[in-house]
């Protein structure tokens, strides 16, 4: 069985700008994404805006805030 091919681009906040999870395929992209990243969750908002990469149109979420994980 086959990966999905991405749909979103992340864009800004505190991840590796080359990290490979920068390029997501996500069900709803209408909605706020949570990425658990260590102890804590980078947040990223849908934006109307579109890039290209390696010839796919993905939607552009932009970095919004980081929440940490409650002990």
Same mark, same amino acid.
């Given at each position: 069985?086959? +990966?999905? %091919?991405?749909? !979103? $681009? +992340?864009?800004?906040?505190? &991840? #590796?700008?080359?990290?490979? @999870?920068? &390029? +997501?395929? !996500?069900? #709803? ?9 260590? %102890?804590?969750?980078? %947040? $990223? @908002?849908?934006?109307?805006?579109? !890039? ?5 149109? &993905? @939607? !552009? ?11």
């Amino acid at each position: 069985m086959s +990966l999905p %091919h991405p749909n !979103v $681009f +992340l864009r800004g906040g505190p &991840l #590796d700008a080359a990290a490979p @999870q920068r &390029l +997501l395929h !996500v069900p #709803d992209t209408r909605r706020t994404l949570k990425i658990p990243v260590g %102890h804590a969750y980078e %947040h $990223f @908002q849908p934006t109307s805006e579109t !890039v290209e990469r390696e010839g796919n149109s &993905l @939607q !552009v979420f932009e970095w919004s805030r980081r929440t940490y994980v409650a002990e």
